[in-house]
């Protein structure tokens, strides 16, 4: 619901807001994009199977994950990451601390604080085209870090120190 309730605060008439996936909140979820009379500026997907979700992040300009509970990794980060999306995470997804750069490849923001949320949001919305093209860079560059190339050259690596 934070980001919802963010990105109504914003206002901004010519963004749009996809939420993948489906859950127990949906019902709060409609009722308070009726609410605020933001229905032409949300669109809940609902359950997306895993072989069409390339499409969403290659049509998205940013990524964000809200998780409240100590998301342990978020594998839909690296997801994103691999279409160079700019993040804006929640301090409580765990992967925060390995994959954001803040500043270089996103935000990061203290978990339910709704108004940190939207300054993030709108600091994304007010970054510049080269700002946005560096963001994309970084986030390719970093993921990248974790490829299982650099996984196996790094267990090798560690191999053959060890002998």
Request: glycine share 6%.
């Amino acid at each position: 619901m934070d980001v919802l309730r963010a990105f109504a605060q914003l206002r901004q008439p010519l963004s749009h807001l996809l939420m993948m996936g489906e859950g127990a909140l949906r019902p709060q979820m409609e009722a308070f994009i009726q609410a605020e009379n933001i229905a032409h500026l949300v669109t809940l997907t609902g359950f997306i199977n895993q072989q069409d979700v390339a499409q969403y992040y290659a049509a998205a300009d940013a990524f964000i994950m809200s998780s409240d509970y100590g998301e342990t990794w978020g594998l839909s980060v690296n997801e994103a990451m691999n279409f160079g999306l700019p993040l804006i995470l929640s301090h409580r997804v765990g992967c925060a601390p390995d994959l954001l750069l803040s500043g270089q490849n996103g935000w990061q923001y203290t978990c339910a604080d709704v108004d940190a949320l939207q300054q993030c949001m709108q600091a994304f919305l007010h970054t510049d085209a080269g700002t946005r093209a560096a963001m994309q860079v970084q986030s390719l560059r970093r993921i990248n870090q974790y490829s299982f190339a650099v996984i196996e050259a790094t267990l090798r690596q560690l191999a053959a120190d060890s002998q």
